[in-house]
């Protein structure tokens, strides 16, 4: 029987900071990650793009698609549906806000992932 990796929580905002309708590039202890505010709702996927790794926190937002700014291509970030070509999807984190802080969560397992350094 294999056992899942807990996540560990990592402090990655302000939520007086954040934009609704925006995303945003944070890191999540060493990994980078993408998160929005979307009517009220946080949400957090992988901010590498599958495609070609553009960075998918900056992208523009329309709803719950964020349109990656290389590209193009459309990503559901409460789905993690590619909407441009089925074959991708995009990682999605827990999420969650104490008060004014938003914290992310990521397996613990340090094999999964590698650090995202650039
Ligand atoms: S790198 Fe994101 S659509 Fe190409």
């Not at 070609?52 to 193009?72: E, F, M, T, Y």
Request: charged letters at 30%; aromatic letters at 12%.
């Amino acid at each position: 029987m294999t056992k899942e990796a807990a996540d560990v929580f990592h402090k990655v905002a302000v939520f007086s900071d954040l934009i609704e309708g925006e995303g945003k590039v944070v890191f999540a202890g060493v990994k980078r990650v993408a998160i929005f505010l979307s009517e009220g709702n946080l949400y957090c996927i992988q901010n590498n793009c599958p495609h070609a790794g553009g960075h998918l926190g900056i992208g523009s937002v329309q709803g719950c698609i964020v349109k990656c700014p290389r590209h193009d291509w459309g990503f559901d970030f409460q789905a993690g549906d590619c909407k441009s070509d089925p074959r991708y999807k995009v990682k999605r984190y827990e999420i969650k806000r104490e008060g004014d802080d938003v914290f992310v969560g990521l397996p613990d397992d340090k094999s999964s992932d590698p650090p995202d350094f650039f």
